[in-house]
């Protein structure tokens, strides 16, 4: 039997589909809100979430798909990116910019695509999972797909 998918996890998954990615989207029994709860609901190291964070940077949003195992450290990835600042986004600013709730971010499924930096560690994993439009849905894919689905520049965006 096939679960139902809520509506943005629809949206993900045509989005996954035009872009020629196959991986199917998993429902979660619980809320996976955070990159530690994905990792242990998924049974795989947390360092292999690909953690959808929104941040706003030159009157834009700006989402930064970065390793589970770090933070985003804003002022090193603004000098890397030549940006003035960069902070987090508010929740109205993270559904305006998505479509999407805070803790389900996809990085893809928005209503217009979002600047994107994909942490350059997650190159590091044959697999990577990542939310699917809410916090109970997660798909998997490649380093490569995830770079091509949101044409992200790819960055190192912890610390020096």
Known sequence: MTEVLHPRSVLVRDALRAAGIQGEIRVLPDAAATATAAADALGIEVGAIANSLVFWSDDEPLLVMTSGAHRVDTVALARRLGRARIVRATVDQVRAATGQAIGGVAPTGHPVPVPTVVDEALAGFDELWAAAGTPHTVFPLTFAE???????????????
């Open 146 to 160: 995830l770079v091509a689905l949101t044409g992200g520049t790819v960055a190192k965006v912890d610390a020096d």
